[in-house]
């Protein structure tokens, strides 16, 4: 009470709390709210976006994309963390999408993550190492809708 110095604490509420994910702390580079840039982006570190983007991503990092955060392009990094709007393909080892999330585009993902909350409109393939990929094959007469599933074993 008297005396007690407070420390100022960050509030952590758009940041995602997740094992192995990126975290605020990691985050060298920062494109803040209101901030709108086009062009194609390379990422070397990890990133928060919270502004719009027109333009495609790619790095080594990995990517928050927070709740006012817009990407228009594709995204192929190493990690992505969505909380707003990305609408374009993405290419990663893992994908998050928290509450709120929206994305439409088409995915290539080792890991997957959503949270109730979110939408994803597109086509989903997972790729890992000596697994199989799945393929889903239209039949000839698509009057019922159904699909054939096609295996195929990778090494």
Not at 14 to 29: C, F, L, M, Q
Not at 51 to 67: A, E, R, S
Not at 102 to 125: H, M, P, Q, R
């Amino acid at each position: 009470m008297f005396g007690v110095k407070l420390k100022n604490k960050e509030p952590e509420l758009n940041n995602p709390v997740t094992n192995k994910s990126v975290s605020a702390k990691d985050i060298k580079s920062l494109i803040g709210e209101g901030c709108r840039v086009e062009g194609s982006f390379f990422i070397p570190t990890a990133t928060r976006i919270d502004g719009y983007i027109k333009g495609d991503l790619t790095g080594d990092g990995g990517v928050i994309i927070g709740t006012s955060g817009k990407i228009s392009g594709s995204i192929s990094v190493s990690e992505v963390v969505i909380m707003g709007t990305v609408d374009g393909n993405i290419e990663t080892q893992r994908l998050e999408l928290k509450k709120g999330a929206w994305l439409s585009g088409d995915i290539i993902v080792g890991s997957l993550i959503t949270e109730s909350g979110s939408t994803f409109n597109g086509k989903c393939s997972m790729k890992t190492e000596n697994s199989n990929v799945t393929e889903l094959i239209p039949e000839e007469d698509n009057s019922t809708g159904n699909v054939k599933i096609k295996t195929v074993m990778t090494k």
